[in-house]
Every structure is written in C-alpha cells, then in structure tokens.
C-alpha cells in the first residue's frame, strides 16, 4: 500500500473508483453517482478526482495493488474535515460546470445532508461538544477494481487509520456495502438512511433514487 498525491494517480484512482461503484450497482449503474451528477457521466470521474485532491490535502489518499504490478487495484480516501482549500481543489471548478438544475438540487441535497448528518452523528450540545464527524477519521471514498475484489484489499485500506482513539465515520449507498463494513469491518449503522431523490434529467426519465446509510467505528470516545 501507497499514499498518492500526483494527478496522473488521481486519475487512475478515479477509474478504480468509477469501475467498482458501477460494478456495485451491475445493471442499474451507480444510482448515488448518477444523482449527484445528473446523470452526466463526464462528471463521475472529475467528482471523484476532486473528492481524492480534497483528501489529500485535509487527509490521506491510500492506494492498494499486488507486488510487482504498479497497476492501482484498490483506493481509500481518508481526511478530516471540511474547508476553503479542499473545496478549491476540485470541487469549485467542476461545480461552475454543473446546468442550473443540478446546481439547485446541490444546495438542497447540501442542506438535507448537512441535517441528517448531524442526526446521525451528534449528541446533545453542551459546552464540552465537539462535533463527531470533524473530530475523526471520514472514509469518503472506498473502492476496489472488480477484477481484484474479494482478494481483501479493501479491508487493509480500512485498518490504515483503524485507530480507537480517533474514531472513523462514512457512508454507503448500497445494502452489501453496509453488510461488509459491519460484518468484516466492526462498523455500526447510525440513525436512519437518507433517502435521496436525484435531478430530473428529462421530463420522460425516471429519477435515480437511492438510501444513504451513516456507519461508524470508535465514536464512543465522543460520547463519554
């Protein structure tokens, strides 16, 4: 395992990524993808890469493959939380791309999340709070090649910054992800899901629909 920080890498794991997420969803593509792109496909790729430069500068952005092979298998982006330099690293620009429609469905599916995050994630204010999601590890993106899942690189990605005393949050969008990360990885399912309703497209296509669940591991630290 690798840290990557050179753009070629970026868009090599953006593939991976690409490649597993669609994988996941085999015949109906990847849904949360295509919701938060519009279903533009010239955007998953670029939404990854910006989400993997934002990690790298906020975290760490880990790479898997197999000895003598210099080929990206498996990609984990890891940071903490959420600022001006992250955003500027990718997300600002492909933003500016987004057609109005999806720029509106942006600023409400920002506040939905914002409010379901925080239901999943905080305890009661006092004046000791700390707010759980910026104070631990977030896996934001999580992904391996179809060709090499299975082969437990996922997991060796997690058990990087698998540390107590820290704590880790993510989200999945798919029931077999959410049965991984709980049974292989000792996660716990926090609240309820997110049902989240994508853009309309054209006025004759259904909208992408999908759940987004909210997992953590070691946030009691928080809690006490």
Sequence with gaps: MSQIQVQDEFREAAAVLSSAFNHA???NGDRFCESLTGGNKVFGP???QAHLRAGAIGGEVWAAGFEGSSEICAVA??????NEEQRAAGWNLLQAKFPPNLK???????SDYSTWSKSCRDKEQDENFKDMKLQSWQLQLLGTSPDHQGKGLASQLIQVKDEPSVGMCLEATNLPNVEFYKGKCGFSVRGKPLKIIGPEITPDAPRAETEMFCLSKNLEIWEK
């Design 25 to 27: 969803g085999k015949t």
């Design 46 to 48: 670029l939404l990854h």
């Design 77 to 82: 982006q890891i940071k903490f939380g959420d």
């Design 104 to 110: 509106a469905w942006w600023s409400k599916f920002g």
